[in-house]
């Protein structure tokens, strides 16, 4: 395992669930598309790309917080609604709050 690999998780509280926020390398199912983040329900686990900009990394954590803040809720949703919040949440500081937060509760 490389040194990118081996970082410390972070940590989130997301709708009353502790969630781990881990950086690793993550491939698409699909070789022809990127793979910046991914919500895994079952183990309240957040997975970032750590090998994208960090903006990217801090955007793709709303992305994600946001899938978990509506499969909490039992929400329907489509990619572009999520796309789009986390877009601007992350125009807003969103992004950067919540990976300092995530850091300092780990």
Request: net charge neutral; glycine share 16%; proline share 2%.
């Given at each position: 395992m490389s040194k990118k690999e081996t970082k410390k998780a972070m940590e989130l509280?997301?709708?009353?669930?502790?969630?781990?926020?881990?950086?690793?390398?993550?491939?698409?199912e699909d070789a022809s598309k990127e793979?910046?983040?991914?919500?895994?329900?079952?183990?309240?686990?957040i997975l970032i790309n750590n090998e994208i900009h960090e903006s990217r990394k801090q955007e793709t954590l709303v992305h994600e917080v946001l899938h978990?803040?509506?499969?909490?809720?039992?929400?329907?949703?489509?990619?572009?609604l999520i796309d789009a919040i986390s877009n601007?949440?992350?125009?807003?500081?969103v992004g950067e709050y919540l990976w300092k937060t995530s850091k300092k509760q780990s």
């Open positions: 509280t997301i709708g009353g669930h502790h969630y781990k926020i881990v950086e690793l390398p993550l491939t698409h793979l910046y983040g991914r919500h895994m329900v079952k183990d309240n686990i978990a803040i509506f499969y909490n809720y039992g929400l329907e949703h489509k990619e572009g601007g949440l992350f125009q807003l500081g």
